[in-house]
Each structure stands twice: as C-alpha cells, then as structure tokens.
C-alpha cells in the first residue's frame, strides 16, 4: 500500500500571506483572479452560461423534429438567414446539432465540472494554500473563456457555425464546398478546440502536480476523497488524451488550407477531381476517438467522484469499498486508452480490430458495475438525509445504469452494425455521459455551494429542480432508445420524407415537449443560483456534518484558505455514523488518541506499531470490564 | 415583523423571476409560436405584431406559472411556520423526497411497461429479413433480457433503499466500510456474463465481416453501391458476373462513376436506379463513396457499412423475404425496403435513400435483362472505343461465346 505522504510546505510562508491581501484591486480579485476559488467560480458561471446556451440550441432542433411541417416565423427574427420562412435551413439544423455537442462536452462538461470543483477541492480537500502554478491555473480559465468566445462567434460568420457534428468527420469537414459549415465557422471551431485543449492541459498539469506535491501532513494517497482520485485519475487522462486531439486538428487544418492529403484521398465534389491522394479519412478516426474515448471518462469520472463524497456524507455511511472504489477508477482510466475503436465498428476499420476493441469494451463494463454496486452498499442502511444534491446523486446512479446498460449492446461489435448511429446511440450517451455527468455536476453545485459563496441555495427549488430534470430527462431519452431500433438515424434533419419514419412523429413532439419541460425546469435553478450567491441564507461552517479538510476553513473565503496552520489529517474522509462516537461523523482532522471508544482495527491496516497499541487498549477495556463484572 | 419580510422577499422573487424570464425569452419564444404559422403572403407588419402577441402571450403564461409555484411555495412555507408555531413537527421533507422515489419508481415501472408494449411494437426487432439478422436478434433478445434483469434490480433497490433507509434522528447509520467477499462476487459475476456475450458477440462478428466467398460456396452476387451528396449510384455486372475498375479520374458527366475501360470486365456492366435483390441469394455489396463519408444502412437486413472516399468497404448478406411477401405479412400494401444514409454528410443528409426491392430469382433475371448498359453510345463515342483493341476483342470473344451455345 502505497503511503507516498508529502509533507506540508506552506506553513512557513504563511506569516506574509495576510500582507498581500491590500494590494487586491477589482482586477485581480475577479478577473485576472490566481485564487483557485475565484477561478472556480469563473469556471462555473462561464460553464453555467455556455450549459444555457447549448440547451437553448437544443431546444431549437427539437422543435424543428416535433414539427418538420411548420413554419415558426418568430425563428426567422430570431435567426435570420438561418431560418428562411420561419423554417431551419437543413445545413443550420446540423450546425446546432454540432454546437450543441461540442459545447456540452467540452465547455460544460469538462472545462465547466472538471474545472469548476478539480479548482474548488483539490486545494481544499487536500489541505493546499492554493494550485502548485496560480499562475498557470489563471491562464487556463482565460484560454477556455477565449476558446468559448470564438466557439460563439462562429455564429455570426457568413456561412454559419461548424456543421458536421461534433465529431468533424473529414474529408466532410475538410471540404468548404461539401457544405456551409465546414467553411469559415468550421475554422472558427478547429481554432477554439486547440485553444480549448491547451486550456485542458495547463489545467491538468496544475491538478495533477498539486495532488502529489501538495498534500498536507498525514494527507496520504489512500485517505484521499473519492472526489480527489477521480479528479487526479481525470487530469491525467486530459494530459495524455487531449494532445492527440490537437494532433488530428492541426492535420486537418493542413488538409484545409494547405492542400496537405493527410486524410483525404480520391475525391470528387460537385463533379470536380481534387487533388488529394494518399490520406486515409479513418485515420482522423482513430486519433479523435483516441482522446473522444477517454473524453467520455473525462467527463464520467468527476460526476462519480463528486457523487460519490455526495451520498456518503448524506448516507451518513463510511463509502462501501473505497479501496475498490479507487482501483475501478484507475481500471477505468487504464482501459479507457484502448477501447477507442468501439466508435468505429462499421466505418471500414479492418473487422479484426473491431473483434479486439470490442473485447476491451466489455472489460471497461466490469469496474463501472463495481462501482454501481458499491453505491447501492453504501445506501444499504444508511441514515439518508435527502439533501437537493443527495437527490442529484441518487439520480445520477439511476441514469449511471440506465444508459450504462445499453452501452452492452453498442460495445458487442455484431449488435453495433444495426444500432450504430441511431437513435439508440442517442439515448445511450445522452444518459450515460449527459444526464449522469450534469447530474453529477449539479450534485456538486448544490453541495459545495456553501463552501464557494457562504450561503446556502434554497432546498425546496432544488426539489422542484430536481423532481422536473429527473423526470423530464427519462421522458426525453429513454423513448429514443425504440426509436434507434426502429432504424431511425440520428442527425435527420426531418423524418417526414421516409415514409416508414413517419410513425415517430408523435413521438418526437412528445419528447420535444418533455424537454422544453426539462429546460424550462432549469429556470428553477437559475433563479436559486444567482439568487442565492445574494441574497441566501448565510452557511455555516461545516452545513452538511461532513468529514473532509473543505469544511474546516473559515466560511469567508480568504487568501490560503486556512488562517492558521493547514490542518494535519489522520484519518481516512469517511468515518460516518462509526459505533461507539457520539456524533455521527469524524473529521479527517480528528486524531484517533480522541476517538479511543470508537477505534477498530480497520484504522490501523497499514500501521502495525498502532495496531498494537489499539489492540492493547481494547485488551485493558475488556479486563476492566470484567472486573465490574 | 415576519410578515413584512415575507412580503419584501416576495418583492424581490418575482422581480428577480421577470428578469430570469426576460433572459430566456428566447428559449420561450421558441416554443411559443406553435400556433403562428401564418406564412401566407399579406401585412408582414401585422403577422410579426401577431407573432409577438403569442410570444407575450406564452411569456405570461410561464409567469403565471412561476407565481403558482412561487404562491405554492409561499404556502408550504406558512403551513410548516403555523405547524411549528403550535409546537407540532413541521413537514418532513425528507420523508416526502423518500415517497417521491418509490412513486418515482412505481410510475417508471408502469412507463417502461407502455414504453416497451407501445413503442417496442413500432421497432423492427425480431423482423430481421436476413440470414445473419436472424442470428442478431437472438443475440439481441438474450442480451436485452440480461440487461433488463439487472436494470430492474438495480433501480429497484436504489429506490428502494433511498425509500427505506430514510433519514431519522434516532437512527443512526450502520459502519459498513467493506466486504471484500461481496466485492468479489460483484466483481466476478459480471465479468463471467460479459464473457459469454463476448464470445458470442465475437464469433458472430467474424462470421458476419468475413465477406470472401469460401471455396465450394456458390458466388454471391457482385453490386457497386457508390454515394454521394446526395445519392447512391447502383450497377450491376453483366454476364461475367464480374464488376469491371473504377477509378476517380476518370469521373465526369457521362462516365458518374469513373468505370475504367481498360478492364474488360467493365463492357458488360449494367446501370440500375433500384438496388433490386434476389430472395436467398448471397449478395456482396462493394461500396465507395466519393465526396464524403456517407453509409450504407438497411435495418431491415440489420446492415450497415460506412462508405469512405478512397476506401472501398464490403458487406455480404442474404435477404430473406421478398417486398411482395413483406407487403402481405405486414398488410402494408406501400411497404417498401430502403437504404438510407446513416453517416451525416450534409444539408440533405436525411433525404439520401434508395429504393431497394427484393424479388424472386425469376423476377429478378426478367428485371436484370431489361436494365440498360453503363457503356452508353454517348460513352461510347467519348472513349473512342471503336478503336480500342481490347474492346474489340471483347466484343468478338462474346459473339464466339454466344455462337457454341
């Protein structure tokens, strides 16, 4: 076991950080903030905005698919040019569906969770000043606010935003004359990701270099929180996946404006030779799903690591299996590298390698079901205290297994030939990666919001909030599922055309209405948000009874966060509800010589001269009782 | 003194709430102007204050609905206030959360119960019309049983145990940090089934991608499906059973396929606007594109293969029934196969099929004999094929051919 303890280097500094605290202006305090609690929140509300933003494109093309028919003429004042007659342009339609999925998975759902709470909690939960570069963890909010910016700016190029999905297939992307949006808004796009990217990997540098160099006395890797490791096992998989991504983006940036044949090969458009020779289009293939694979971990694993601090403290139970916990986590991070060509059963790929990667897949399915599991034991006679982020975490270990399960059927090579690219997909990652991984992320909000504004966000909005997301999301995306089965392709514009589709149409308007009902939802907790950050009630320091380092700092933020000596930790973070304490939680902070009633050999695994003593202890307790006998 | 703070705060909710709406009057609006459809030409200035009017219209309507939740809201609130204020408990909200996840999981039972009854019955499961399809659903029925056995189990006891182990003050929770038995079965029992579906997932698949006809197997029949924006392009052998090369450059506007006339193969080739199919017959579909990925997508045979400019792809299947038998099992007298595009490749994506039809083997011979050369005379003419020896030959080794019959 590994007992790799950093000791704490920033106590000794901490006697001029108080002197610094004058010369804070406007500037630096909220924009051009080195704080990583600033920039946590910076990452929130630019996250929250772009999550918004995103939502909206998707409500605009479910309604395009509830009614293909009709003309909407508000959509014409709105869009303009985009929506001719008061009906989408076919070639808009497929640049909302791309900005929709670009946005959610790298604006909200990397940069907007992993960079939200990797910043709030990695200082706080391992007892750090602040991120091992403040400086560097700055730029990295501004190259991703810099990267949205353009991202959005894409829509007032001529042509319109980038147009062939999110995952840009070439020679599709490569070829402006193939369709609108591989034009100027497809630049736009590839220009954001490199930005986008090298954002990530400042970002997870910074993450993983404060974990293993800034952990606070006795913070050793294995009384880490599950928040801590997920974060750790994350930023490494952004550090080695996501320079992949930027590899395959310059390349076809050559292809695009400098006549190079990297992925291109034999092509005619409208009529007219090209002279690309020589490139393979699968070759793109293989390096974006290098990183688009662990992208999805990327986005999965913080979700679980939030949820699963979420339910343990509100379970007020120690987390079933902790060490199993982590060991899936680095199972998932290891496999997640070799599963990539999943995504590419029926793109031409040698069928031999589709054999193999879906071996690999299956795998990948074991730690995710340990890690259900363990959640469902750690509810199994719990003290459940339902919580608005309580409630989001349950939910996302519902939708966790829901989409997780179908994920079978896409992952076994033979099924994937007629599910591939239908609805069914659909559903299944919107469940698994989308809802679960927003859930998990609104878990944290709803969480730690005392700990990032010092007030507490209303508990009966995040009811509602929760009640109407949970519901609405089901209604929109397990229906799809019948939908993909039907042999319905994702990415049509209209199913009105093909007359075997035309059965789906109620279908469709009914899930168009339950996600107009879920994003309307959303107004609940933008309401809560933003209103609370004013006007809520004041935190306490410690408001939900929990055991991590976070909880023991004052709750006005300061500058390296603890105003004295940074804690010494001595226990693991989830001594919940352990027999023989009064309360029904021990913080990290509470050495075991004051909870001698409550001790078990457990504690001492790893320490045997402890171990000893304890058992020494137990030994006189027992002769002493005897004698009262 | 409480009441006042209750009615500023209701003061400064609904102002907050306007602004929110104000904000997302973009999103409402969306959803608003279902009922504006008057695109006829006439007053524009009338339609749009029209428009308007419905969007102010469902603007409001939200509003009213924001204060029922808001005046709901306020209502709970004085109801667990007079509660407390008579000494009794206030609402326990942590008791109604725990009942709302087992209403939650009683309706979604009874939802994936209609879902699977009403929605199952529109898909296309069980109705594979081809050989390895048929193998596909069985392997789709014993995965999607295993599956929905653990799916069942797994939310019911999340809810359950959210809904029993509510929280109490008189409780307290049970110390159980692990078991290393039970993490093992856990962790063994889904990697024994996952095993099994993989065997049998692999084998399937090899069996399935393998597209070379083995030695003593009758051959299968040959047909080039070519896409691009927005279409597919279909030809048949001729009488050699053999689809001649083709190559890019050669593409214009009589030649759409860049067929190449230095193979020999290429002079008897038939075009055809109908990927027409003999029932029980193997047929090897050679795919191409050639602008952008587009791909081939029949989920009534469960086939699907992505077609790559510069890469050409194959699929091998064997249909099962005929249009005219699908017709009457169906009762669906305008019943009719398709291939679609199922890999998005522009504005007209959602619109690139083919009519497919799958015929008798005499059906289909009469068909065949009928469908017109890709050789055309324009063709012809362009090539200067008159003077081509190979063709020549050709055109002499087949009268020969036909005069020993």
């Given at each position: 076991?590994?007992?790799?303890?950093?000791?704490?280097?920033?106590?000794?500094?901490?006697?001029?950080?108080?002197?610094?605290?004058?010369?804070?202006?406007?500037?630096?305090?909220y924009?051009?903030?080195?704080?990583?609690?600033?920039?946590?929140?910076?990452?929130?509300?630019?996250?929250?905005?772009?999550?918004?933003?995103?939502?909206?494109?998707?409500?605009?093309?479910?309604?395009?698919?509830?009614?293909?028919?009709?003309?909407?003429?508000?959509?014409?004042?709105?869009?303009?040019?985009?929506?001719?007659?008061?009906?989408?342009?076919?070639?808009?339609?497929?640049?909302?569906?791309?900005?929709?999925?670009?946005?959610?998975?790298?604006?909200?759902?990397?940069?907007?969770?992993?960079?939200?709470?990797?910043?709030?909690?990695?200082?706080?939960?391992?007892?750090?000043?602040?991120?091992?570069?403040?400086?560097?963890?700055?730029?990295?909010?501004?190259?991703?606010?810099?990267?949205?910016?353009?991202?959005m700016?894409?829509?007032?190029?001529?042509?319109?935003?980038?147009?062939?999905?999110?995952t840009?297939?070439?020679p599709?992307?490569?070829?402006?004359?193939?369709?609108?949006?591989?034009?100027?808004?497809?630049?736009?796009?590839?220009?954001?990701?490199?930005?986008?990217?090298?954002?990530?990997?400042?970002?997870?540098?910074?993450?993983?270099?404060?974990?293993?160099?800034?952990?606070?006395?006795?913070?050793?890797?294995?009384k880490?929180?599950?928040?801590?490791?997920?974060?750790?096992?994350?930023?490494?998989?952004?550090?080695l996946?996501?320079?992949?991504?930027?590899?395959?983006?310059?390349?076809?940036?050559?292809?695009?404006?400098?006549?190079?044949?990297?992925?291109?090969?034999?092509?005619?458009?409208?009529?007219?030779?090209?002279?690309?020779?020589?490139?393979s289009?699968?070759?793109?293939?293989?390096?974006?799903?290098?990183?688009?694979?662990?992208?999805?971990?990327?986005?999965?694993?913080?979700?679980?690591?939030?949820?699963?601090?979420?339910?343990?403290?509100?379970?007020?139970?120690?987390?079933?299996?902790?060490?199993?916990?982590?060991?899936?986590?680095?199972?998932?991070?290891?496999?997640?590298?070799?599963?990539?060509?999943?995504?590419?059963f029926?793109?031409?790929?040698?069928?031999?390698?589709?054999?193999?990667?879906?071996?690999?897949?299956?795998?990948?399915?074991?730690?995710?079901?340990?890690?259900?599991?363990?959640?469902?034991?750690?509810?199994?006679?719990?003290?459940?205290?339902?919580t608005?982020?309580?409630?989001?975490?349950?939910?996302?270990?519902?939708?966790?297994?829901?989409?997780?399960?179908?994920?079978?059927?896409?992952?076994?090579?033979?099924?994937?030939?007629?599910?591939?690219?239908?609805?069914?997909?659909?559903?299944?990652?919107?469940?698994?990666?989308?809802?679960?991984?927003?859930?998990?992320?609104?878990?944290?909000?709803?969480?730690?919001?005392?700990?990032?504004?010092g007030?507490?966000?209303?508990?009966?909005?995040?009811?509602?909030?929760?009640?109407?997301?949970?519901?609405?999301a089901?209604?929109?995306?397990?229906?799809?599922?019948?939908?993909?089965?039907?042999?319905?392709?994702?990415?049509?514009?209209?199913?009105t055309?093909?007359?075997?589709?035309?059965?789906?149409?109620t279908?469709?308007?009914?899930?168009?209405?339950?996600?107009?009902?879920?994003?309307?939802?959303?107004?609940?907790?933008?309401?809560?948000?933003?209103?609370?950050?004013?006007?809520?009630?004041?935190?306490?320091?410690?408001?939900?009874?929990?055991?991590?380092?976070?909880?023991?700092?004052?709750?006005?933020?300061?500058?390296?966060?603890?105003?004295?000596?940074?804690?010494?930790?001595?226990?693991?973070?989830?001594?919940?509800?352990?027999?023989?304490?009064?309360?029904?939680?021990?913080?990290?902070?509470?050495?075991?010589?004051?909870?001698?009633?409550?001790?078990?050999?457990?504690?001492?695994?790893?320490?045997?001269?402890?171990l000893?003593?304890?058992?020494?202890?137990?030994?006189?307790?027992?002769?002493?009782?005897?004698?009262?006998? | 003194?409480?009441?006042?703070?209750?009615?500023?705060?209701?003061?400064?909710?609904?102002?907050?709430?306007?602004?929110?709406?104000?904000?997302?009057?973009?999103?409402?609006?969306?959803?608003?102007s279902?009922?504006?459809?008057?695109?006829?030409?006439?007053?524009t200035?009338?339609?749009?204050?029209?428009?308007?009017?419905?969007?102010?219209?469902?603007?409001?309507?939200?509003?009213?609905?924001?204060?029922?939740?808001a005046?709901?809201?306020?209502?709970?609130?004085?109801?667990?206030?007079?509660?407390?204020?008579?000494?009794?408990?206030?609402?326990?909200?942590?008791?109604?959360?725990?009942?709302?996840?087992?209403?939650?999981?009683?309706?979604?039972a009874?939802?994936?119960?209609?879902?699977?009854?009403v929605?199952?019955?529109m898909?296309?499961?069980?109705?594979?019309?081809?050989?390895?399809?048929?193998?596909?659903?069985?392997?789709?029925?014993?995965?999607?049983?295993?599956?929905?056995?653990?799916?069942?189990?797994?939310?019911?006891?999340?809810f359950?145990?959210?809904?029993?182990?509510?929280?109490?003050?008189?409780?307290?929770?049970?110390?159980?940090?692990?078991?290393?038995?039970?993490?093992?079965?856990?962790?063994?029992?889904?990697?024994?089934?996952?095993?099994?579906?993989?065997?049998?997932?692999?084998?399937?698949?090899?069996?399935?991608?393998?597209?070379?006809?083995?030695?003593?197997?009758?051959?299968?029949?040959?047909?080039?499906?070519?896409?691009?924006?927005?279409?597919?392009?279909?030809?048949?052998?001729?009488?050699?059973?053999?689809?001649?090369?083709?190559?890019?450059?050669?593409?214009?506007?009589?030649?759409?396929?860049?067929?190449?006339?230095?193979?020999?193969?290429?002079?008897?080739?038939?075009?055809?606007?109908?990927?027409m199919?003999?029932?029980?017959?193997?047929?090897?579909?050679?795919?191409?594109?050639?602008?952008?990925i587009?791909?081939?997508?029949?989920p009534?045979?469960?086939?699907?293969?992505?077609?790559?400019?510069?890469?050409?792809?194959?699929?091998?299947?064997?249909?099962?029934?005929?249009?005219?038998?699908m017709?009457?099992?169906?009762?669906?007298?305008?019943?009719?196969?398709?291939?679609?595009?199922?890999?998005?490749?522009?504005?007209?994506?959602?619109?690139?099929?083919?009519?497919?039809?799958?015929?008798?083997?005499?059906?289909?011979?009469?068909?065949?004999?009928?469908?017109?050369?890709?050789?055309?005379?324009?063709?012809?003419?362009?090539?200067?094929?008159?003077?081509?020896?190979?063709y020549?030959?050709?055109?002499?080794?087949?009268?020969?051919?036909?005069?020993?019959?």
């Amino acid at each position: 076991m590994s007992t790799l303890t950093v000791q704490d280097h920033a106590v000794v500094q901490h006697g001029h950080d108080h002197e610094h605290h004058h010369t804070e202006n406007f500037w630096t305090k909220y924009i051009f903030s080195q704080d990583h609690k600033m920039i946590a929140r910076q990452f929130l509300i630019t996250g929250i905005i772009m999550a918004v933003i995103a939502m909206m494109l998707s409500i605009l093309f479910r309604i395009q698919l509830a009614y293909p028919e009709k003309a909407f003429p508000l959509l014409e004042t709105l869009l303009g040019r985009f929506a001719p007659g008061g009906r989408l342009d076919t070639n808009f339609y497929l640049s909302l569906v791309t900005i929709h999925g670009t946005i959610m998975v790298f604006f909200v759902l990397t940069a907007g969770l992993s960079g939200t709470f990797s910043n709030l909690l990695i200082p706080y939960q391992l007892g750090a000043r602040d991120m091992a570069s403040p400086f560097m963890n700055m730029l990295s909010y501004w190259l991703f606010f810099i990267a949205s910016v353009i991202m959005m700016a894409s829509f007032f190029t001529e042509k319109g935003p980038a147009g062939p999905g999110w995952t840009i297939y070439p020679p599709l992307s490569a070829l402006p004359k193939a369709m609108p949006g591989s034009g100027l808004g497809m630049t736009y796009w590839l220009i954001s990701m490199v930005l986008f990217v090298a954002s990530q990997l400042m970002g997870g540098i910074n993450y993983i270099s404060t974990i293993l160099n800034m952990r606070t006395k006795g913070m050793d890797l294995w009384k880490m929180p599950l928040t801590i490791w997920a974060f750790f096992l994350t930023a490494i998989l952004g550090v080695l996946a996501f320079p992949v991504l930027v590899a395959g983006v310059v390349l076809l940036i050559f292809d695009r404006s400098f006549g190079t044949s990297f992925y291109l090969s034999e092509i005619v458009v409208q009529g007219q030779q090209m002279p690309f020779e020589g490139g393979s289009p699968i070759l793109f293939q293989h390096l974006f799903w290098f990183l688009g694979h662990p992208e999805v971990y990327i986005v999965i694993m913080p979700a679980l690591g939030i949820s699963s601090e979420v339910i343990a403290t509100n379970s007020r139970k120690p987390i079933f299996g902790y060490h199993a916990m982590v060991y899936s986590l680095i199972g998932i991070t290891v496999l997640s590298f070799i599963v990539w060509g999943h995504h590419m059963f029926v793109t031409g790929m040698n069928p031999f390698l589709g054999g193999v990667f879906m071996i690999t897949t299956l795998i990948i399915a074991v730690p995710s079901a340990v890690k259900t599991f363990n959640y469902l034991a750690t509810l199994w006679r719990g003290n459940i205290r339902f919580t608005p982020a309580m409630l989001f975490a349950i939910g996302l270990v519902s939708f966790f297994i829901s989409g997780g399960l179908t994920g079978i059927f896409l992952g076994n090579a033979a099924l994937d030939i007629n599910l591939h690219d239908t609805y069914f997909v659909v559903a299944h990652f919107h469940l698994v990666m989308g809802s679960a991984a927003i859930f998990g992320m609104l878990a944290g909000v709803y969480h730690w919001f005392p700990k990032m504004f010092g007030r507490m966000m209303d508990e009966k909005l995040g009811y509602l909030h929760f009640w109407l997301t949970f519901i609405g999301a089901y209604l929109v995306f397990f229906p799809m599922h019948f939908m993909g089965l039907g042999g319905v392709p994702r990415r049509y514009y209209s199913f009105t055309e093909i007359e075997s589709f035309k059965e789906w149409l109620t279908l469709n308007t009914f899930i168009t209405w339950a996600a107009i009902m879920s994003a309307l939802a959303q107004v609940a907790f933008l309401f809560n948000f933003f209103y609370s950050i004013f006007f809520g009630k004041k935190a306490t320091q410690n408001p939900w009874n929990s055991t991590t380092l976070e909880w023991t700092t004052p709750v006005e933020h300061i500058h390296g966060n603890w105003p004295g000596e940074i804690p010494t930790v001595y226990r693991w973070p989830y001594d919940y509800s352990k027999p023989g304490h009064d309360e029904d939680f021990i913080p990290q902070t509470v050495p075991f010589s004051q909870t001698l009633s409550s001790n078990l050999p457990h504690d001492f695994e790893d320490n045997p001269v402890n171990l000893e003593s304890h058992k020494d202890w137990v030994n006189i307790q027992r002769s002493n009782e005897e004698e009262v006998k | 003194m409480a009441f006042k703070h209750l009615i500023n705060y209701k003061k400064i909710f609904s102002l907050i709430a306007m602004f929110l709406l104000l904000g997302t009057n973009l999103l409402m609006a969306q959803s608003t102007s279902s009922n504006t459809t008057a695109t006829d030409s006439g007053d524009t200035s009338a339609q749009t204050a029209g428009m308007w009017t419905t969007v102010g219209y469902y603007v409001l309507l939200f509003l009213v609905v924001c204060f029922i939740v808001a005046i709901v809201g306020k209502i709970f609130k004085v109801y667990d206030l007079t509660l407390q204020m008579q000494g009794k408990k206030g609402i326990n909200w942590n008791n109604a959360m725990a009942v709302g996840f087992i209403i939650f999981l009683v309706v979604g039972a009874v939802g994936v119960y209609y879902s699977f009854t009403v929605h199952g019955a529109m898909t296309l499961v069980g109705d594979a019309q081809s050989v390895h399809g048929k193998t596909l659903d069985t392997m789709f029925w014993v995965t999607t049983v295993i599956t929905f056995i653990v799916f069942v189990l797994t939310q019911v006891l999340l809810f359950g145990f959210a809904f029993k182990y509510k929280g109490s003050d008189k409780r307290k929770a049970y110390y159980y940090p692990h078991n290393n038995t039970i993490e093992k079965i856990w962790t063994v029992a889904p990697a024994i089934v996952l095993t099994i579906l993989v065997v049998f997932g692999f084998l399937t698949w090899r069996k399935i991608t393998n597209t070379v006809d083995a030695k003593g197997e009758p051959a299968s029949l040959q047909v080039d499906v070519t896409g691009h924006q927005f279409a597919w392009e279909i030809r048949y052998p001729g009488k050699d059973g053999r689809l001649g090369m083709k190559n890019y450059k050669l593409i214009n506007g009589t030649n759409k396929l860049g067929v190449s006339y230095d193979d020999k193969n290429s002079f008897d080739d038939l075009q055809a606007d109908t990927l027409m199919l003999p029932v029980n017959k193997s047929v090897r579909l050679n795919i191409i594109a050639q602008d952008v990925i587009h791909s081939v997508y029949m989920p009534n045979f469960r086939v699907q293969i992505n077609a790559v400019p510069g890469l050409p792809t194959y699929f091998k299947f064997t249909p099962t029934k005929t249009t005219a038998e699908m017709r009457r099992d169906l009762d669906q007298a305008d019943f009719n196969y398709h291939l679609y595009c199922n890999k998005i490749c522009g504005g007209s994506h959602y619109n690139m099929q083919k009519l497919v039809v799958v015929v008798t083997e005499a059906e289909y011979q009469k068909w065949l004999s009928q469908q017109k050369p890709y050789l055309t005379e324009q063709l012809k003419k362009e090539l200067k094929l008159a003077d081509n020896p190979l063709y020549k030959q050709t055109l002499l080794q087949n009268r020969l051919a036909s005069n020993n019959l």
